[in-house]
Every structure is written in C-alpha cells, then in structure tokens.
C-alpha cells in the first residue's frame, strides 16, 4: 500500500489509463468539503510548526531571565522597563493615598476600600494610577523626597542596565581567529590560567575538583536516600572510570563556562563604560571586542529593560510567550508520542488476538478487563510516584495504560475482517499471517486507527495537563500547558494573564483537535449517522 | 465420456466436522456440525462438475475443504498423487497452485484498499516471492500478465489502477476470475460466482467461464442454487443433502430421469418458463426442513423427509448404487435386491 505507483504516461490515445479513486482518496474529498475540520486541521498544522520550530522564534530563553521582571502585564505597547516604572508609581500612588497625601474624595474613599475588601487589587492600583497621574498633571498633588528618589533609582536602571549575550569566542593565533570551541582541553586550560594568572597545575586540581563535586550532585539527584560518604565514594569510582574523551569533553566544558564568564563580565564593563561615555547610544547592538590575553569575542549587548512581553511574565520573570510555546512542544509531544505508542501497542495486541483467536486472544482480552477495571488515573499517579518524575517516565505511563481501547477496537475489527471474503481469498492462494494482516487486514482498518487517534490525542493532553496541575506531570524548568495553568491558578485574580493565555492556547487546540477527529470519521465513514 | 477422461482429483471419504464447545472456559466439545459427512467422488479433466443442493448442504464446505481453507476432519483429497490433507505447507502451496478458487460475493471477495491490478497481481506475487514460479518473474513480467489476464477476461486495460468499488458487479466477478486464472491452474473452485448477480449479467459471466474452460481445458467445481445454470453449464452433476452425496448423473441424463426422490424433489421445485406446463405440472412437496446436522445418523439421510421411505431406510446407510454407466444413486430402492419387507 506504501509503495510507489508507477506513474502510467500515456502515449497514444489507445493506450490511456484511468487512475482510480481509492477510499482514501474519496474520504479526503469529502473531509475537504468539511469546512471545520480544515480549518481544525489548519490551527493542528500551525500549532505544530510553532512548537517544531521554536528555536528559530526570538523568544527570551529561560537562562537570561530578568528577575526583576517579576509579574508584569502583557502589553504591545510598552518595553518592561516602563512596566515597571509603572508599577512601582502604583505603589507609591498606593501609599501616598494610605498616608492621606492622596486625596480622591470620600465616595471614591470607600470605593477603594470596598475593592480591597474583596480583592480586587489591580482596580485599586489602575484607579489610584490613573487619579494620581491627573492630579499630579494639574499640580494638585507632588511626589514626596523618598517617592522622588525610588523613582529616580527605577528609571536610572532602566536606563543604565545592561546585558551582554557571547555569541562567540576566539584565540588569535597570528592575526587568524579560531573558535575556542574547537580547541581542546589543554589549549582552553592554558589560556584561562594566563586569564587568571594561575599555575596550570593548580587549575588542573580545581577543574577535577569541581567534577567530582557534580558527579556527587548527580548521584544525589538520582538517589535521594544515600550519604554524602556514599556518595562521594561512588563519584570518586566513576571518576577513576572516565574515559580520556569523557574527561576531556567534560572538563572542557566547564573551563569553557568559566572563561565565558569571565569575558562577559568584561565585555559589560567595557559597554556600561561606554554607555556612561555615551548615553544616546542606540541598542542593541553587535560588536567584536578584542580582549586582553589574546582573546576576542562577538558579543550582543542589549538594555536589559527594553524587552518586550506580548503575555505577560510569571513569578520568576519569565516570559510567558516562551513558556507557552515551549509548553506546546511538551504537551503536543505527549500527546502524540503517547498515541503512536499505545497504537502500536494496541495494533500488535489487538490484530493478534483477533487473527489467531482461541486461546490466545481468550487471556490477551482478559488481561485488557483486568487492567480496564484498574483505575486509570490512580494507576499513572502511582507509576509516577514511584518512579522518576521525568517526562520519558510520563510518556511510558501514559502509554502503557492507554493501548487498551485501541486495542479492543482493532480485535473487534480484525474479527469481522477475518471473515471477510478476500481473506479467505488470500488464504486461498497461500499468503502467509503476516502477509494477510499487514496487506488486507491493518490497511482495512486504518480509517478507523486514524479517526480513533485522533480522538485521543486531546485526551493524552488533558491527561498530561491533569497530571501536571496535581504537580505530578512535568517539572521545572520545562513547562506544559497543564504545569503553567497550576502555576497561575493560585494568583488568578492578581495575575489573571497567566492563566488566560495557557489555557486559551490548550483550548484552541484541543477544539481544532477534536473538530479534525469529527470530520475525519464522517469522510471515513459517510454513511455515519453522527454527522453534523 | 469418463472412460477416456482421466480422473484429475479423487476426493475419498471426505470428512469435515465443526466442533461445538461449551462456551465455557475450557472450550469442552459437546458434539460437532458434520458439515460434510463421508462423500467421495471423481472430477475428470476438462470438465465442469455441478454441485447442487438446497442451502446448509455442505456444497460450500466441500469446496473449502478441497481448497484446504478448513483442515478437513477425515479423508482424502488427491491430487496430482499428493493427498493434500495431510501434505506439508511447502507441498501444499505447490500442489494448490493448480487449485483456484473463485468467491461467491463479488462484493467482499475483493479487497477495497488494493487496485484491481494489484488484486489480480497478488496471487502472482506470492508465489514469486516463495520461489514457487518456474523463475524469477521481474515487476514488468507480472505487469504484463496481468494485462494479459485482464483482456482476457474482458476488462478494460485502462481500468487497471481503479479500485473495486468503482466496477458493477459483474465486473468485479470478473476481476475474481482473472485473479484465479493468474496462476494458471488445472482446477477453478468456483463456489457461487453467479449467484450474486443479476441474471443479465449471470449469462455473461457463466458464457466467460465456459468460454475459458474451451480455450484453457481448466477443470471447474460449480457450485450454484440455480439448477438451470447447473444445467446449462456442467457436464456432470453432483445432487448433496446434508453432507451427504445423494446422486451424481451426466447433466442431461440426471435432468431427464433424476432417481434419487430427494433429486425428484429438487427438480420439481424449480419452475418452467412455460405457463402451459407450469400450470398443470405436478410439484413434489417435502415436508419439514432441513434437520440440524450435528446428529450421527445410522440410516439415509434424507430419511426425515422421504416421500418413499421404506422401514429399511432407517438404519441403513444406502450406498452408491449404478443406475446407467454414468449414473450413481444412493437409494435403497436402486439395489437389486427388494427391502421394503425388510426392517
């Protein structure tokens, strides 16, 4: 069926051939008629193309995250540096008002005091904000000294932070440049000794140090129950074991670390001292510094405070847009590594105990009851409980429970086929089982594997954003969709944006989702009485 | 005519059992549909033998029993000097190659997801990729074959790469016969090919298949309800009830002096396009239905519902008698002896 059809090229008008239509080919003219279920399909396919191509997105990625960004509003308009400034004159528009120096008349008094009564904080600080800023407007009502200064220290920082990004490193080898990247160990080693001025020997015991120190964190991580003695025996075995190329990438790795450091932290000397020279100079900007001991390195700076953020930022300062698509990639991941799985599983189970029958299929179905009457939900959270809680292990749990419809689906299906004509057909002329169930059988019931998974896939996401709302399913720093709306429902009525937008993409995609599984089965299946 | 034939296919006390379980865990056998109960006969080369009889006869069993698609219980099918019950996979598929079959419903015997050049191409394809073709055959050689097979049986070439569901009926019964012919085989078992379809397009389909067994001397098994089609088109007849050969007669012979009562019956019941006869025509009526076959029986089968049993008949299995050179009925009342005194 997978295999490539020889096109027929027509030479004369005698020799024409009639491509046919095949059932799969029709389900696909009559799914195209079927308005919501392109534009389902349509909404799957842009969903899917942003969390595949994530990386290419000028998204803030999770390592430079700001953490004075902390709960700012969504905005297209403003930088966060003005966010901020905006919230802190809240506050002190807040206070001025609490101590009395803000005066809004007593019916709005009480206004205010209702609100607070009933925690709805953010009209409190809109309302205060915006009377403030008109009475300040008319001269009705001035900063104080303090008010004055705490201001003066945000908008000094907004104009004066920094942040440099390294895109690159560089050993000038007479006049050329070679990426330190591509340099080994040893080269690395000596040019961060002549960095810091240090005996290579000492450098050398430091880095061996410091890797040992993180094979103990790792053995720890894994094994939460065993001593720091243990714990230091066993790296110190597995370091004896390392392998010189295990070694050398390691420790490469982490002077390599150690000298970026170092050279960002020069590199953002040498730009505040230019901004300082310099104040109208424009950023971002891209630049190729020459350092001292012989390196160089192209370097990003940006203001810290200029950045963006379309939905918002969370309670670590980062930005929700990021955390939302990198979510989309978990949880559209689960969802479609979970189905593939449990289909393969189901398909192999169910055409097995549905071609040889007998006994065979008596204790495979009866094994299929007894893990449906386990139930379901409380089953995944005990394997994850019990085992780590990473996302190979969610997948794995997932999966294994959820083969069991699929299963039963195509046994049932493989039976009405089994008796089908053309099998017997089949047999006739001597195709093998495998021959049988791999050519007539699983082809025959694609369409309904098909519509069935997806189905399912919404419902492998729910049950990931289930798991991850209980604080079972992904953990930091990965996000899900699930994960980020447990992480705001708690701040809901403050923080209102990190819920919304979490959920409106997961409903999005759930409905498009289910909206393709429905007409799917309809252009499958046209004389389903189901339709719309 | 048999005694210049050879004899192509001997089936010898053919047995095919179906067993009844309990339901029960353990799947205990409480007893067994004999569906094919102890039958026997020659097909010769080159000609078409009709089977008939009513519905539950076991017709079909027979045939699926001789394909080996249901592993009979007892017996011999021998073909080629092979017995094919008891022959090994390998053997098998050899021997079957000269064995096709040709389904009843046009509709299910057709897989919807290949192309009707695939569905012809299959058995080909099997066997090439078992090694059991005389060689090698490439893609093209196959291609070409089924091109071949598909002008013969007079199917558009330019259909090729359409699909099942978009051919009538009579078309896709030809699509099954050209699947069948592709092997090239000595014996087609066709189990029903025109009862399926409308009689327009039966005359077609059995004109094809005489015209095939002329030009290619293939040996048929013809199954049909229809005893006109039988008439027209075999050259021998085999008249079954309840598993059980009741007669085997040359065609015309068996139309004009039918023996057997129960053949009388079956005869009688089809009706004759004359009005004038039709009116005045005297029907056998048979009483009751058809008894469940999961009995043993120790008389002659068709004892229930005998017009002219005899006490005799009940506790004994009536043999094949000879009644002419080409004739054989198994009744009591062909032997030369006289039992109707007898108990």
Redesign the interface.
């Known amino acids: 069926m997978f295999s490539k059809k020889k096109k027929n090229v027509t030479t004369n008008e005698f020799n024409q051939i009639v491509e046919g239509t095949s059932l799969t080919k029709e389900a696909w003219k009559r799914l195209k008629k079927n308005k919501m279920a392109i534009l389902g399909l349509i909404v799957v396919i842009i969903y899917a193309l942003i969390a595949i191509c994530a990386d290419m997105f000028p998204l803030y990625p999770y390592d430079e995250v700001v953490t004075e960004h902390q709960h700012l509003k969504p905005s297209f308009s403003k930088t966060s540096g003005e966010l901020m400034l905006e919230k802190k004159m809240q506050d002190l528009y807040y206070n001025a008002w609490k101590q009395g120096r803000l005066v809004v008349g007593e019916e709005n008094d009480a206004m205010i005091k209702n609100w607070i009564a009933n925690d709805k904080t953010n009209k409190v600080w809109s309302y205060l904000l915006e009377a403030g800023e008109a009475q300040r407007a008319a001269g009705a009502f001035e900063w104080s000294k303090s008010d004055l200064s705490a201001i003066e220290k945000v908008e000094d920082k907004i104009q004066n932070d920094v942040m440099v990004t390294i895109n690159g490193l560089y050993k000038n080898v007479n006049g050329k440049n070679t990426n330190l990247k591509k340099l080994n160990y040893n080269e690395i080693a000596d040019i961060y000794a002549s960095m810091l001025g240090l005996d290579r020997a000492v450098l050398d015991t430091s880095v061996e140090k410091e890797l040992k120190m993180a094979l103990v964190n790792e053995i720890k991580s894994k094994d939460s129950e065993i001593s720091t003695e243990d714990a230091t025996a066993q790296a110190e075995i597995d370091f004896a074991n390392f392998s010189e190329k295990d070694f050398e990438t390691k420790a490469k790795a982490n002077v390599y670390g150690k000298i970026e450091t170092q050279v960002k932290r020069d590199a953002l000397k040498t730009v505040k001292a230019n901004l300082k020279e310099n104040p109208s100079q424009t950023f971002p900007y891209e630049e190729h510094q020459e350092l001292s001991y012989g390196i160089s390195a192209d370097i990003l700076a940006t203001k810290t405070h200029d950045r963006r953020y379309y939905l918002g930022t969370d309670y670590l300062g980062r930005d929700m847009l990021s955390r939302i698509v990198y979510g989309s990639r978990v949880s559209i991941g689960i969802g479609l590594v979970g189905t593939i799985t449990s289909i393969l599983i189901g398909i192999l189970v169910g055409s097995l105990a549905g071609y040889i029958g007998g006994r065979v299929d008596y204790y495979l179905m009866r094994f299929v009851d007894v893990m449906y009457g386990l139930p379901y939900m409380l089953l995944v959270i005990i394997m994850m409980a019990i085992f780590d809680r990473s996302i190979i292990n969610l997948f794995i749990a997932l999966a294994l429970i959820s083969w069991l419809t699929i299963a039963r689906m195509v046994r049932g299906q493989i039976m009405s086929l089994k008796n089908q004509e053309y099998v017997e057909a089949a047999r006739s002329m001597g195709a093998s089982t495998a021959r049988i169930i791999t050519r007539h059988m699983i082809p025959n019931s694609l369409s309904i594997i098909i519509v069935y998974s997806t189905i399912r896939i919404p419902n492998f996401i729910m049950q990931e954003s289930f798991l991850s709302f209980l604080g079972l399913g992904v953990q930091a720093p990965y996000a899900s969709w699930g994960s980020l709306i447990g992480d705001a429902v708690s701040s809901m009525t403050l923080y209102p944006w990190k819920l919304i937008y979490p959920s409106l993409t997961m409903v999005i995609f759930l409905f498009a989702m289910n909206f393709l599984g429905d007409g799917l089965r309809d252009a499958f299946d046209p004389q389903s009485k189901n339709q719309l | 005519m048999a005694d210049e034939k050879k004899v192509i296919l001997k089936v010898k006390d053919l047995y095919q059992h179906f067993p009844i379980s309990n339901g029960g865990?353990f799947k205990k056998q409480i007893g067994a549909i004999r569906a094919v109960d102890g039958i026997s006969f020659d097909v010769y080369e080159g000609e078409i033998l009709g089977i008939v009889g009513e519905s539950g006869c076991g017709k079909s069993t027979t045939i699926?029993s001789i394909?080996q698609?249901h592993k009979p219980t007892g017996g011999e099918v021998i073909f080629n000097d092979v017995d094919l019950c008891k022959a090994d996979n390998r053997t098998l598929?050899k021997e079957?190659?000269q064995i096709?079959?040709i389904?009843?419903?046009p509709y299910?015997?057709?897989?919807?997801?290949?192309?009707?050049a695939n569905i012809i191409a299959?058995?080909l394809e099997?066997?090439n990729a078992?090694g059991l073709l005389d060689h090698k055959w490439t893609k093209e050689e196959i291609d070409n074959r089924v091109e071949e097979l598909m002008d013969k049986v007079g199917i558009n070439?330019?259909?090729?790469?359409?699909?099942p569901?978009?051919f009538s009926g009579g078309q896709k019964q030809r699509v099954?016969i050209a699947?069948a012919l592709a092997l090239n085989p000595k014996i087609i078992l066709a189990d029903e090919p025109v009862s399926a379809l409308d009689v327009s397009i039966q005359a077609q389909v059995l004109n094809l298949i005489q015209d095939l067994q002329q030009e290619l001397g293939i040996t048929f098994l013809f199954i049909a309800h229809d005893l006109a089609v039988i008439q027209h088109i075999s050259d021998r007849v085999v008249v079954m009830y309840l598993g059980k050969i009741m007669e085997i007669s040359e065609a015309n012979e068996l139309y004009k002096n039918p023996c057997h009562p129960y053949t009388e019956a079956l005869l009688s019941a089809a009706p004759v396009p004359d009005p004038e006869i039709e009116k005045t025509r005297k029907r056998i009526v048979l009483e009751g239905d058809v008894p469940s076959p999961d009995k043993e029986r120790f008389g002659c089968y068709f004892y229930d519902r005998c017009p002219k049993k005899m006490e005799y008949c009940k506790n004994h299995i009536p043999p094949m008698f000879d009644i002419s050179e080409n004739h054989k009925c198994a009744c009591w009342h062909y032997d030369k002896e006289d039992h109707s005194k007898e108990a």
Do not use: C, W
């Not at chain 2, 070439?157 to 699909?163: E, S, V, W």
């Open positions: 865990i699926r394909a698609l598929l079957r190659r096709q079959m389904f009843q419903d299910s015997s057709l897989d919807p997801r290949m192309t009707v299959e058995p099997i066997y078992r070439i330019a259909f090729k790469n359409r699909y569901h978009e099954g699947r």
